[in-house]
């Protein structure tokens, strides 16, 4: 969901235009770029919705799943 406006799953990732001349060691390295980007803003997004509790989980080396089951216990 995004966060802001509510509705449905957003995370865009920046198209790069191919530069005169790149080669395809640039062109990754774009891809890579653009991606860590996507990935940052999916991540802010997640904590924005979990308002972090995740995070605190992640941080005691359980994931959400694991969390779960320990709280049903």
Excluded: C
């Amino acid at each position: 969901m995004d966060v802001k406006t509510g509705s449905g799953l957003v995370v865009s990732v920046e198209a790069v235009k191919k530069p005169e001349g790149s080669n395809k060691i640039q062109e990754l390295a774009a891809m890579e770029e653009a991606l860590k980007k996507a990935q940052e803003e999916a991540h802010n997004q997640r904590l924005a919705l979990t308002g972090g509790a995740d995070q605190a989980n992640l941080a005691q080396g359980t994931t959400s799943a694991e969390a779960k089951a320990l709280a049903a216990l």
